[in-house]
């Protein structure tokens, strides 16, 4: 089956760094994008990074540009969020997301998610 195992959260301090990891499994990683999503406390998940299946392209929020960085080691079935610069603004938990096909429609699955907490 589809699993999504999200690592590398955590507590930082305001203008620091963390990476975040997905090692996906159950579907064959290399032909499919991947997202990273986030959700902060009273508020709707967002779309933060979203990486095509070779990754070839990548789209990000307007509130992470230039700060996080979405990659893929197809080899490793695993997808990345490097996050530079980081703000309070930030603390969520982050999901792993794969919109994957089903025999009639397609699927989101989701990994548990990390937190990542941007505090002094």
């Known amino acids: 089956q589809v699993q999504l195992v999200e690592s590398g959260g955590g507590l930082v301090q305001p203008g620091g760094s963390l990476r975040l990891s997905c090692a996906a499994s159950?579907?064959?990683?290399?032909?499919?994008?991947m997202n990273w999503y986030r959700q902060a406390p009273g508020k709707e998940r967002e779309l933060v990074a979203a990486i095509t299946s070779a990754g070839g392209s990548t789209n990000y929020a307007d509130s992470v540009k230039g700060r996080f960085t979405i990659s893929r080691d197809n080899a490793k079935n695993t997808v990345y969020l490097q996050m530079n610069s980081l703000k309070p603004e930030d603390t969520a938990v982050y999901y792993c997301?794969?919109?994957?096909?089903?025999?009639?429609?397609?699927?989101?699955?989701w990994g548990q998610g990390t937190q990542v907490t941007v505090s002094k």
């Open positions: 159950g579907f064959t990683f290399s032909r499919y994008g």
């Open positions: 997301n794969a919109v994957l096909p089903s025999s009639t429609y397609y699927m989101n699955y």
